[in-house]
């Protein structure tokens, strides 16, 4: 089966590991994986800070950028997801766009939703001793929907146990733009996460998110805590 | 107190609330206890899916139908001997209050928890008159006692005060003298200001939901209060938001079983009481004259735009309770008497942008207010379009509005894009050195501020991928060639 | 036809609704969608009254902090004196130790006023011809009200009060403690029953009762740090005697 990769901004520039262990991941599933290079960013900086109007060329370049084929895409990022999941709305006005945008929507897959819904697999043949606690983040869990499925990959993983915290499914305080906008709010949010995670002192941080593992991981490096950050593509190719 | 609670920037607010350990740590108690309570009430009724559409589905019925059932009600609350005033404006609203006050000769009002009359700035009016006004909620009552220090919460409006603070006002200003227990001190105000119902020439109590069909108004509460000021004095005067109502009792039904879950887990509350005009001609208690004044101070304008959907609410504050901003900088903060989600949707409608701007972006998106919403009220999206209309009405600053114009001509030209990812990685992998750059200014610095930026994997993955795809590319050709050999 | 004076500034505030509304202004009354699910509906449905009965007796008790007794005809005047006496004894203050009684017929004729008095207490029955002052008094000084329910809600603990000639407003409002009596046979499942009987009768195009309430245990707030103090401006204390009928 032949996929396309939508790898993300922050991916790109500052975590091509997570992105690289995605692809790899694909691969071991069988998957031949397409790189579209035209692609860019979902545009979320901008659009969630209001300026949706001159969002929309960007928005239009990405669809473009994707409709090079008609394979699915694989993004390992909920909150990209979502926001490309958003495009059709915010081009209501042009209906010859907005369902171009649809298309493309509804081709794109956060990576545990492929993984799991798509391909129907759950046993990777991971393995990570040790404990941990895993965030299910804001855009997967509200916005997409996607709740059980990087549990039920996580559950697979031999010498894993996940942790629960206090206040699981609250928002870590990344929030894109908030997280600078609004820096002490935000910041307050993420000292409280990192308070309830190291109640528990797991081995490891396991997201699907890399905005929140960043900002949850920046807390607990600035606390000098030694709980490694890991995305969950990365748990899923530790052997 | 009118809706906007203090002239001190959000910047200078968020600072000192945040200050405030008390506040906070109370204020992440009862979100904890609220959220509990009403997500087990809502597992408790069960099918809660099917009343949070049905809450929605009547509520947007009757936004749509609203003339006509404003129509209906004010007829039948005349018909039923009563008295109704439609007031287009916060000054109409109270100028027909004063009005009947000074034809009552009032002295004294015993009021009832009510935001419209917050919103309207009501009270400030009636003491102008040179008349006596007593907030009878218990919560009110501290915060009136307290020189009318603003609400932190819409349920329970003084949320942000311990009970040695609340012993403390009492002792200052009413001569408590026993200690701060919080049963004492209840006690200490039924007492206290029993007789100021005995005595009151006029009740004033706001609506959580009028029945149009029946020209009743029906009110949620909890202590009494609200039955003792539309009992003993001879007028009682009830103020709605003129989106408050619904159609018949069948729905009331609904729309008060999901405000109790909503607001205090509790299938209901104390006492839902519904009262229809004033009273018979042969009953001897409650009012002999009733009077209905229908707001709409802005939200009018609110119900033509596409902000329609904030009309739904039912103040019930499941929103509030959830809410991770609000948990860490209390209700205060938002400059409003309406605060957490739903405040920050409604007080730059009702306020306009200048005073409330801020208050869209004190929102992560988390969408957890959109979850617990009764009557499914996307909170969430409205605050994202009041952050597109700020954008494109230049209400933003300069440097933002700059900074956005740059970023979308960068993203939305492949090329130029792919150069900078390529560039940026290798910027980022030179300069982010153990957590930190070299300067620390702007968004980087309020990023630093309480974390670290994370360690750089190196170059960029669409350099990575482009090396290995021509690798692999190269491989391949030397296996096909080396299979001619 | 509707006296001007009572109705003020309606046209104008509606057309503009109308205007916002981008439609004509609408006077028909408008199709009024049946609700959509009928989960209301199926809250206990099919309980028999037994179960209700113990369904209201278990939430009052253990999530009310009230009490409720159940009881038959023969035995009220013995249970209500008690509940009565248990109520003067335990109150806050000395002054007053008057029950005031609702004078419904469906009370006054459940009751044996003798047996009451004979049982040491001081009784003033509501009587509306003397007067808002004197049953305001009279309420203002007892220490218990005692009134009859029409229903009450097994889901919420809940007693349906109709204000009415006999029975004013404040007897389960002014005293320290309030005794509601109802019968088993007007035990219903939720709020979606009471408010089916005030519909039909609004159908049936008559006024509703001035002041409906519908009344769960003893007043209540949380206003201080969240901390539950049950007593506050209405009744402290709350008794619901449940007739046996059936």
């Known amino acids: 089966m032949k996929v396309n990769f939508f790898v993300t901004c922050l991916c790109d520039t ?8 995605t692809v790899a991941l694909l691969e071991q599933l069988g998957c031949e994986v397409i790189f579209p290079e035209a692609q860019s960013c979902c545009g979320q900086p901008s659009i969630n800070s209001g300026y949706v109007e001159s969002s929309k060329p960007a928005m239009k370049s990405f669809i473009r950028a994707f409709e090079c084929n008609d394979y699915p895409i694989v993004t390992p990022a909920g909150s990209c997801a979502a926001m490309v999941k958003a495009y059709p709305e915010y081009l209501r006005n042009e209906p010859e766009w907005a ?36 965030h299910p983040s804001c855009s997967l869990i509200r916005k997409l929907g996607v709740r059980d499925e990087p549990l039920s990959l996580l559950a697979e993983v031999e010498g894993l146990t996940l942790l629960p915290i206090d206040n699981q499914e609250t928002c870590c305080g990344f929030g894109g733009t908030f997280s600078v906008k609004m820096g002490e709010i935000s910041g307050e949010m993420v000292k409280e996460k990192v308070r309830h995670m190291s109640e528990v002192t797991p081995d490891y941080l396991i997201g699907a998110d890399i905005s929140c593992l960043m900002n949850i991981g920046g807390r607990l490096h600035r606390e000098g805590k030694a709980i490694k950050v890991m995305h969950i593509a990365e748990v899923l190719a530790s052997r | 107190m009118s809706m906007k609670t203090s002239h001190a920037t959000f910047k200078e607010r968020i600072d000192i609330q945040m200050q405030d350990d008390y506040m906070r740590q109370s204020v992440a108690n009862a979100q904890e206890r609220m959220f509990t309570n009403r997500a087990k009430a809502a597992e408790a009724l069960g099918n809660w899916e099917q009343w949070r559409e049905m809450g929605k589905e009547i509520r ?20 039923n001997g009563g008295n109704v005033f439609f007031a287009s404006t916060a000054e109409e609203a109270r100028g027909y209050i004063e009005g009947v006050l000074k034809e009552k000769k009032a002295k004294k009002i015993v009021k009832s928890k009510s935001m419209v009359t917050e919103e309207i700035d009501l009270n400030k009016a009636i003491i102008g008159l040179g008349c006596e006004v007593i907030e009878t909620d218990l919560g009110e009552y501290i915060l009136q006692v307290d020189d009318c220090d603003p609400p932190s919460h819409i349920v329970v409006p003084a949320l942000h005060k311990n009970r040695t603070q609340i012993r403390d006002i009492f002792k200052e200003k009413v001569g408590y003298q026993g200690t701060n227990d919080p049963e004492e001190m209840t006690r200490f105000v039924r007492q206290h200001i ?28 909890n202590e009494g209060n609200a039955r003792l000021a539309t009992s003993l004095p001879k007028t009682h005067i009830a103020v709605m938001g003129m989106e408050r109502l619904v159609p018949t009792f069948e729905e009331l039904d609904i729309v008060v079983s999901l405000l109790c879950r909503s607001a205090v887990g509790l299938p209901l509350t104390g006492y839902v009481t519904a009262l229809t005009g004033p009273r018979e001609s042969d009953q001897c208690d409650g009012p002999e004259e009733f009077h209905l004044v229908i707001v709409d101070n802005g939200r009018s304008a609110i119900l033509g735009s596409e902000f329609k959907d904030i009309l739904r609410c039912i103040r019930c504050a499941a929103c509030v309770n959830t809410c991770p901003a609000y948990r860490h900088i209390g209700g205060q903060s938002y400059g409003s008497i309406y605060s957490g989600p739903v405040g920050a949707v409604l007080s730059p409608l009702l306020g306009g942008y200048e005073d409330f701007k801020e208050l869209p972006y004190a929102c992560s998106l988390c969408q957890s207010c959109n979850d617990v919403c009764p009557v499914k009220i996307p909170l969430s999206d409205l605050l994202l379009k009041h952050r597109r209309v700020m954008a494109e009405s230049k209400l933003t600053p300069l440097g933002e509005r700059a900074a956005a ?17 390529k560039a940026g990685a290798k910027v980022a992998n030179a300069t982010i050195k153990d957590g930190k750059m070299p300067f620390n200014v702007g968004p980087l610095k309020d990023w630093t501020d309480s974390r670290d930026l994370p360690q750089p994997d190196g170059e960029s993955f669409r350099s990575w991928f482009k090396n290995r795809q021509q690798t692999k590319g190269d491989q391949q050709k030397n296996e096909a060639g080396d299979h001619h050999d | 036809m509707t006296n001007p004076a009572r109705l003020q500034n309606r046209t104008a505030f509606l057309e503009n609704i109308a205007k916002v509304l981008d439609r004509p202004r609408r006077t028909q009354a408008p199709v009024r969608p049946a609700l959509k699910y009928r989960c209301h509906q199926e809250v206990m449905a099919g309980w028999s009254p037994d179960q209700l009965r113990d369904r209201l007796v278990d939430y009052t008790e253990n999530a009310l902090g009230a009490k409720a007794i159940v009881t038959t005809k023969a035995q009220l005047s013995r249970v209500l004196s008690e509940a009565c006496l248990a109520y003067q004894q335990n109150t806050l203050s000395d002054d007053g130790k008057d029950v005031v009684l609702s004078a419904d017929v469906r009370l006054q004729a459940g009751i044996d006023i003798n047996q009451l008095t ?7 029955v509501w009587d509306s011809s003397l007067g808002y002052d004197a049953n305001i008094r009279a309420c203002e000084r007892a220490k218990v009200g005692v009134v009859f329910a029409e229903q009450a809600l097994a889901e919420s603990g809940t007693m349906v009060l109709y204000s009415q000639v006999e029975q004013g407003r404040v007897i389960s409002l002014l005293p320290e403690a ?69």
């Not at chain 1, 929507?105 to 129907?120: I, M, P």
């Not at chain 2, 019925?61 to 039948?76: A, C, F, G, I, T």
């Not at chain 3, 409906?212 to 007593?231: M, Q, R, W």
């Open chain 1, 99 to 134: 369902s171009r945008a649809q298309a493309v929507a509804d081709r794109l897959f956060e990576l545990t939703q492929f993984v799991v819904r798509e391909l129907g697999v759950v046993q990777l043949g991971a393995k990570l001793v040790g404990t941990a606690v895993y």
């Open chain 2, 194 to 221: 029993r007789h100021d119902f005995l005595e009151a020439d006029i009740g004033i109590t706001g609506c959580n939901f009028a029945v149009a069909e029946t020209g009743t108004v029906s009110l949620v509460t």
């Open chain 3, 118 to 124: 004979q049982a040491g207490l001081s009784l003033y």
């Open chain 2, 60 to 79: 947007q019925h009757v936004l749509e139908n609203l003339d006509y059932y404003l129509e209906q009600l004010s007829d039948k609350v005349v018909e």
């Open chain 2, 405 to 421: 114009g740059f970023f979308n001509f960068v993203n939305a030209r492949p090329a130029l894009w792919g150069k900078t990812v």
């Open chain 1, 14 to 21: 500052v975590k091509a590991n997570v992105a690289k262990r």
């Open chain 3, 178 to 246: 309030s005794v509601f009596i109802v019968p088993k046979s007007a035990i219903v499942p939720r709020l979606t029953q009471a408010t089916a009987v005030l519909t039909e009768k609004a159908k049936a195009g008559k006024r509703m009762p001035s002041c409906i309430n519908f009344i769960s245990g003893p007043s209540s707030t949380a206003d201080i740090e969240l901390i539950k103090v049950v007593g506050v401006h209405g009744p402290i204390f709350a008794t619901y005697i449940i007739l046996d009928d059936q």
